[in-house]
């Protein structure tokens, strides 16, 4: 039967160990966003190549497999200054750092070292595809036409799809109403000290995130 794609619940939580399932839930991990490319199992096989008296395959054997998802999701802040938005548990994800000054602000930026993963629930009308220790790569787009986004690319390790109701308990009070992209909004712009005014704006974080994987051992590394 034919999925409803519009039937869907995203929950991101972040790991408290990378790669143990910390159990997201959708009443406290829900994320308002955009969901594209889902690759609940994405493969890699090996051909087997042997030789027979007779013309066919020799077939093929699953060698390794992980999981893909691409979130797209707006930048509006918290309802208070000091408060993490929504959002944060996916940029730490991405190899960015959480600095929170109480009722005045909460920022990130890239850092080198103790890096954060996150386990994903996506509930697609009836099924669950689990993805855990996931690590992304970051992108932002500004456009005066527009509003502020953010897309992240999450590679993770794969868990088998169960059946699963779609859960009807989400809370997005954390994510705000993005504001446009215009002069009104945008006054405080400012790239390497300089102030100018732009008609579309991009950064891409650029992290090189691998599913790597051994006789032992299976992870996404570090950003």
Not at 31 to 56: C, H, K, T, W
Not at 69 to 76: G, S
Not at 106 to 131: C, E, N, Q
Not at 165 to 183: C, E, G, H, I, R
């Amino acid at each position: 039967m034919a999925k409803l794609m519009r039937n869907v619940v995203l929950a991101i939580k972040e790991e408290t160990t990378s790669g143990t399932d910390i159990v997201p839930t959708s009443l406290a991990n829900s994320i308002l966003a955009r969901v594209s490319d889902a690759q609940p199992i994405s493969a890699e096989f090996a051909d087997r190549n042997n030789v027979m008296a007779y013309l066919g395959s020799s077939g093929k054997v699953a060698v390794s497999n992980h999981s893909e998802i691409t979130v797209e999701f707006e930048l509006a802040g918290a309802s208070a200054a000091g408060t993490v938005p929504g959002w944060g548990p996916l940029l730490k994800a991405c190899g960015y750092s959480e600095t929170i000054v109480a009722v005045t602000s909460v920022t990130y930026k890239p850092l080198s070292a103790s890096f954060k993963t996150v386990s994903i629930y996506y509930f697609l009308d009836g099924l669950r595809h689990k993805m855990i220790g996931c690590a992304g790569s970051p992108s932002f787009s500004l456009s005066s036409r527009g509003i502020p986004m953010a897309t992240i690319k999450f590679t993770g390790l794969y868990s088998a799809t169960t059946d699963t109701t779609l859960p009807v308990d989400s809370d997005y009070s954390a994510f705000l109403a993005p504001q446009a992209v215009n002069k009104v909004n945008t006054t405080a712009f400012t790239l390497h000290g300089a102030s100018t005014p732009f008609d579309t704006f991009t950064i891409d974080g650029g992290n090189t995130v691998v599913y790597q994987r051994s006789s032992g051992d299976r992870r996404v590394p570090a950003p």
